[in-house]
């Protein structure tokens, strides 16, 4: 459909510019008007190129405005934090061996400890580590890595969270 209109609207300015060069300068004024139109046609379709690819770039950097380095390191502990906590609470008995559990424990533990980690992201999974190693129950447990998904979630920046009655 856009396709369709740009062309249309490309050859009416093409058109009105054949009209008014056959007008004013016959038919040699014909193909000046025709090439003056698809010139002035090609000039607004660039420019609007142009501003268009502007407002994109300046989106792009407001939803890369924050630290790449620190979001990385971020989703990095969620996802160590949550494949700890499926080791802990595995879905059936003996689903997960202790060696297993073992290496799941240390990568959580030494992903959150990272120094380019974001400081409510750390303290959300010191957290939520505290909570899996010392609590037997896995709702518990679930409440705390969703408070560390929440975490990960605001050190984003743009990103528009959800909250019961209102919208930020």
Request: net charge neutral; proline share 3%; hydrophobic share 50%.
């Amino acid at each position: 459909m856009l396709y369709a209109v740009c062309g249309l609207s490309g050859m009416c300015v093409m058109l009105l510019g054949a009209s008014t060069g056959f007008l004013l300068g016959g038919w040699c004024g014909l193909g000046a008007g025709l090439v003056l139109g698809l010139g002035a046609f090609l000039l607004v379709v660039k420019a609007t190129v142009l501003l268009c690819s502007l407002r994109t770039r300046q989106t792009l950097r407001t939803l890369t405005a924050g630290d790449p380095q620190g979001e990385v390191a971020a989703h990095m502990v969620l996802h160590a934090v949550s494949l700890y906590q499926a080791a802990v609470f595995p879905f059936r008995a003996g689903g997960v061996s202790a060696e297993e559990q073992a290496i799941r424990r240390l990568i959580a533990y030494r992903s959150a400890a990272r120094e380019s980690l974001p400081q409510p992201v750390r303290v959300a999974a010191a957290g939520a580590l505290e909570v899996i190693e010392q609590s037997q129950d896995a709702k518990l447990a679930q409440a705390a890595v969703w408070t560390v998904n929440e975490a990960v979630r605001d050190c984003r920046p743009g990103f528009i969270s959800l909250h019961d009655d209102q919208t930020t």
